[in-house]
């Protein structure tokens, strides 16, 4: 077998559009996730830049279940000592309700400099209008 090698120029990369309303949050990070690689392409790299271009509308209507709501915390630390915060899902999604979505995401993509490369390829919009209509994004279900 040899491997593929395709020049990032060269690859075909499509703009699709994910409605997240009522979709579980982890189901939709994932199939993102999955896209933004380009693992469903025949000519998968994985250490290149060859995945599609997600939009997702109506991330403030996603859902979570069970006690997700109240238990799940997300934490970040401002540097300092004793700098912990912690927020609960309902206080994160009510101030920024596309951040609990892009954390998931970016917790399935590989780290360092290519996933922070292809977290730049999806568009996070909490209604449902986006800006990217002239990219004529195909709908994906989740």
């Known amino acids: 077998m040899k491997t593929i090698y395709l020049k990032e ?9 994910i409605d997240a ?10 199939k993102v996730a999955f896209m933004l690689r380009g693992k469903h392409k025949s000519s ?25 709501v109240e238990d799940k915390m997300y934490y970040k630390h401002t540097g300092f000592v004793g700098g912990l915060k912690a927020h609960n899902y309902a206080k994160l999604a009510e101030k920024h309700p ?11 993509l590989p780290n360092g400099r290519l996933g922070s490369k292809l977290l730049k390829n999806v568009k996070i919009y909490a209604g449902s ?13 989740v």
């Open 129 to 141: 209008e986006h800006p990217h209509a002239a990219q004529n994004p195909q709908p994906l279900e």
């Open 21 to 30: 309303s009522d979709k579980s949050l982890g189901r939709v990070a994932s």
């Open 98 to 108: 596309e951040k609990p979505l892009q954390l998931a995401i970016k917790g399935m």
């Open 9 to 17: 120029s060269e690859a075909v990369r499509n703009w699709y559009v």
């Open 44 to 68: 998968f790299t994985p250490n290149q830049e060859m995945g599609d271009f997600i939009v997702i509308i109506n991330v403030d209507k996603i859902a979570v279940t069970g006690n997700k």
